[in-house]
């Protein structure tokens, strides 16, 4: 009897190519990896509904090349495949709870990832460029015309929870998002399922309430954007809200019950230094814009800028509900810049007591910005209304 060998299956070309893609990946770093088709992505993604809802604020570049972000030939001619890659940025350490200490994003606590993501993206995308010459691509990292998010979705490495960051089964959402973007078409994987199910630990969790709705958040009112995308005065009844987070919130992701399955990150770039753990807030106010520069150079902190930083300070002093820190507001209501001053006022009028108010009086003789002075005046009447009546203010004080 003859038996019949089957004949071998041909190797796919793409396929072996594809999976080189993804070995070489994985070799330089890359927590994951997955690949989807570069098609026009429709009006399904959401993008113009949460514009036109003003959900961006003062994000105006949001508004700008909204065809580029859904139709990926408009980034690169002939674009037929995009690489999504992540990197698990995630520590095992805890957030301070301590008043005196400010908090900081978890993303922000090392390294800024950009100059991580990028230089390992350089790395892959010059291979793939030497393996095909004939190749031609991009590659962004959260600084090009590209929905990550979205695109990571649809290459099958998590889904977007109602949070709207990527959650991913097996590391959680504690991931740093890229791409690169390629004119050949590979071996794609399959979009993955949504398993929020019924849960909303997110939404309730939320200090401010920024998700409006599932999957929604209006930028306007999370604690992220208020501390590093806003450039102006935070919104008064914003303010108490905040705590003493002083750059980004991980509050949404903190109680998600996927991040049980959160790994320790391998980019020993990410891991928390002294400085950006728990600083002590009372010393953060006194920096100078020089050593802002300095301390924060290789940080995401150096994004909001010195101004903003130190108005973020401020705010977080005002909240720590410590008297000893009205010295240190001091500061804040004489620096040269009136954001600054501004937050320094409501802080004092937070903390309460004579010797806020005594520093808000002395400011108010000699400030001359209308927008400043309407913070002092309503600190005046914050504090005075908590003050026992023995406690009043003297009503012409020395100045000093």
Known sequence: ????????????????????????????????????????????????HWLAAGHQ????WMGKNVDKRQDPSLVLTEARTILSLGINYYVPV???????????SRYAWGTDYHLVFKSRLKELADWIGHTVPSVKGLFY??????????????????WIGKHSNLITRDLGSWLFLGEILLDIELTYDQEVGN?????????????????????????RLCISYLTIELKGPIPRELRALIGT??????????VCPWNRFAQPSLEKAFYPTAENHSPILMNLIKITEKDFSHQFRLSPIKRCGYVGFLRNVAV???????????????????????????????????????????????????????????????????????LPKKEGLPISPQVK
């Open 195 to 219: 398993y929020c199910g019924t849960c909303q630990r997110c939404i309730e969790a939320c200090p401010t309430k920024a998700i409006v709705a599932p999957y929604i958040v209006d930028s």
């Open 141 to 158: 990292s959260d600084t090009g015309p590209i929905m990550d998010k979205i695109w990571a979705h649809k290459a099958g490495l998590g």
């Open 316 to 386: 977080a002093l005002g909240n720590s509900g410590d008297p000893k820190v009205v010295s240190s507001l001091e500061v804040a209501i004489r620096h040269p810049e009136s954001l600054v001053r501004g937050h320094g006022a409501w802080a004092l009028g937070q903390i309460g007591g004579v010797d806020a108010r005594l520093v808000l009086w002395e400011a108010s003789q000699v400030e001359s910005d209308p927008t400043v002075l309407e913070e002092i005046q309503m600190a005046l009447t914050t504090s005075s209304s908590v």
């Open 57 to 60: 604020g003062e994000m105006c």
């Open 94 to 104: 805890n957030h301070s709870e301590l008043p005196q200490h400010g908090k900081i």
């Open 1 to 48: 009897m003859t038996r019949l060998i089957p004949k071998p299956k041909p190797i796919d070309p793409l396929d072996t190519l594809t999976q080189r893609i993804r070995a070489k990946a994985l070799a330089l770093g890359f927590s994951k990896i997955g690949l989807s088709q570069a098609n026009r992505l429709g009006l399904q993604n959401g993008l113009e």
């Open 245 to 254: 987070r002083i750059f980004g919130c991980d509050d949404c992701q903190d």
